[in-house]
């Protein structure tokens, strides 16, 4: 009996199929930084490190150094399931150690950070309490209690989509990656597929909102409105719904191959539309513009390197996911770099931006950036983002995963 059955159904004779299974090497990659993107890598991916100071930046840094240092534990790994409840070392896993350090307990929204009024932020440490919770139960409550919250309890809009904020029923793109990339990872690794459904239900309620050419407003609510197809809003949904997606390819198969086939489809429908509508943007500098379709001269239509490096990073992901629908013509066994797209290209244009024009300091600050705590300033913030630093270190990882996937050619 195969573990892919298992895990999502539970018989009895399943157990002796994971006392047997065996956890991918948690030295993936003997140097993480085995390739050179064009610019300095290790000092962007230090300051990532270093920089974040709320809860949605805690958990996007621990993405990205399970991304860069583990992949095989991501799941973007040939095999990120095989044994649900082998254990974890922290002392190998420099992702888990980083978000051991950052978790802080407490209740209702805020089970695992102080997510400041946010239903969303605190969970994007999910992923890393489930992994946590295979030896220690502290982590598995309170990732337990992080999904019951966002299930049950937190604020639901007119059209059932979980609310971004605790007090109001309101919706925010940058959701979607803090909770339903955690959703979708619990659900595998509790074997609840109806919870893995509706996290991709939950995919499709955020796209339902008014969009325009694909592109997601950034706010829809009566709190903090935002009308705008602000950049770094697209990546964050186009990157979550990305991880989802994995997810759903990689999650042991139960049921209904139509459900999944169903989920894979719709998930890389939503996903492409950001992408076309972001590639077809008004450039300025080579980069996305802070709002993707602001050429008015206002100041907020500014070249930034936040959406441009998450979605580029969404797309070395998707080549390598979805080949028959982001690189067309791409067969197994040919030759790295010989088949290329529009979605390629343009994803290679932006990495080679970042690597060019001093975008990259000496210290290793990526910069322009959108500000990370204003997302309306004009002026744009070279002091070194938080997140940005982090989607540089994800768009490392992707690229540097797509060719050793032998599908991306190193320069």
Excluded at 86 to 109: C, H, M, R, W
Excluded at 194 to 220: A, N
Aim: charge should be negative; charged fraction near 15%; glycine fraction near 8%.
């Amino acid at each position: 009996m195969s573990v892919l059955y298992c895990i999502y159904q539970i018989p009895p004779d399943c157990n002796s199929v994971f006392r047997s299974s065996t956890i991918p090497k948690e030295e993936d990659h003997a140097d993480a930084f085995s390739l050179d993107p064009g610019f300095d890598i290790r000092s962007v991916a230090s300051l990532a490190r270093s920089l974040p100071a709320h809860s949605w930046e805690y958990g996007t840094a621990s993405e990205a150094l399970l991304e860069l240092y583990n992949p095989s534990f991501s799941v973007f790994g040939d095999d990120p399931f095989p044994n649900i409840h082998q254990e974890v070392s922290t002392n190998n896993v420099p992702s888990l150690a980083y978000a051991q350090s950052k978790i802080a307990f407490g209740s209702g929204a805020n089970e695992l950070s102080d997510g400041d009024g946010a239903t969303g932020d605190p969970a994007s440490l999910g992923v890393s309490a489930v992994l946590l919770g295979r030896t220690d139960e502290t982590y598995q409550d309170a990732a337990k209690r992080t999904m019951d919250y966002l299930i049950n309890t937190a604020p639901r809009f007119s059209n059932g989509a979980i609310s971004q904020r605790a007090d109001v029923a309101e919706l925010w793109a940058d959701f979607m990656y803090m909770a339903p990339p955690f959703l979708a990872y619990y659900a595998v690794s509790t074997s609840n597929s109806s919870l893995l459904l509706e996290t991709v239900r939950q995919c499709g309620l955020y796209r339902e909102l008014p969009k325009i050419y694909g592109l997601w407003r950034h706010i829809v609510g009566p709190q903090l409105p935002d009308p705008g197809l602000w950049s770094t809003g697209n990546a964050w949904s186009a990157a979550g719904m990305t991880r989802v997606l994995a997810t759903v390819m990689k999650a042991p198969r139960a049921n209904s191959n139509s459900l999944r086939s169903k989920s894979i489809s719709s998930l890389t429908t939503y996903i492409k539309e950001i992408l076309d509508g972001a590639i077809d943007s008004p450039l300025d500098n080579n980069l996305l513009r802070n709002y993707l379709n602001d050429t008015s001269g206002d100041g907020h239509g500014f070249g930034e390197i936040s959406g441009s490096t998450m979605l580029a990073n969404v797309v070395y992901r998707m080549v390598v996911l979805r080949p028959d629908v982001f690189l067309p013509g791409y067969s197994a066994g040919q030759q790295a770099g010989s088949t290329t797209s529009k979605y390629l290209t343009w994803a290679e244009s932006i990495r080679r931006t970042i690597g060019s024009n001093n975008h990259v300091s000496n210290n290793g600050t990526v910069a322009p950036a959108v500000d990370p705590l204003d997302w309306g300033s004009t002026t744009p913030y070279t002091a070194g983002s938080p997140e940005g630093q982090n989607f540089v270190v994800l768009m490392y990882a992707s690229w540097r995963d797509c060719v050793l996937a032998g599908i991306c050619a190193a320069d």
